[in-house]
């Protein structure tokens, strides 16, 4: 696969997923080493949309710890059921959060984050990871993110 994913930059969000997903899937399909998988993934996705974050936390020994990312510096450890991360660890669904202030026990690791969306990774019933994606902008995330990010994560889990 080429080194750079193309998406047109002037193309509708659920254009931009409808050309990326294919891209990463085919990028990740030969690929067995998870880390990889992740730095590719986050890396693909913030290049394409221009997330202000993005980024997997993997659940280890009781916390979600950072696993690879884009993006500014990030919160190293979440503890379990603590902000929308740890949340959607428990609750095991994703989480949209349209004003990041407004969410009760937000934990932030960057000022400059002002909306979010979380998607669980699910192994054999088990939340094993989280994909956080956060922007600077308002409401910023929908039904269409949800829908073509749980897209993306279940090919993920296909290949755990």
């Avoid at 050309?19 to 890396?43: C, F, H, K, R, W």
């Avoid at 916390?63 to 500014?72: A, D, I, K, S």
């Avoid at 004003?99 to 969306?117: T, W």
Wanted: glycine letters at 6%; hydrophobic letters at 40%.
């Amino acid at each position: 696969m080429s080194e750079s994913l193309f998406v047109p930059r002037e193309a509708s969000k659920e254009e931009k997923y409808t050309t990326i997903i294919p891209q990463i899937e085919a990028l990740i399909s030969g690929e067995e080493d998870l880390v990889a998988n992740l730095a590719n993934i986050s890396a693909a996705l913030k290049e394409a949309f221009d997330f202000f974050w993005v980024g997997f936390y993997l659940v280890k020994v009781r916390e979600l710890v950072l696993g690879p990312f884009q993006g500014p510096i990030a919160c190293t450890r979440i503890g379990y059921g603590k902000g929308v991360c740890g949340t959607v660890w428990k609750e095991g669904h994703t989480l949209i959060v349209p004003d990041v202030e407004a969410f009760p026990g937000h934990i932030a690791c960057n000022s400059a984050s002002k909306s979010e969306i979380v998607v669980p990774v699910i192994k054999d019933g088990e939340v094993i990871m989280v994909l956080d994606i956060d922007s600077d902008r308002l409401d910023d995330f929908d039904q269409t993110d949800r829908q073509y990010l749980e897209q993306l994560i279940h090919s993920l889990e296909a290949k755990l």
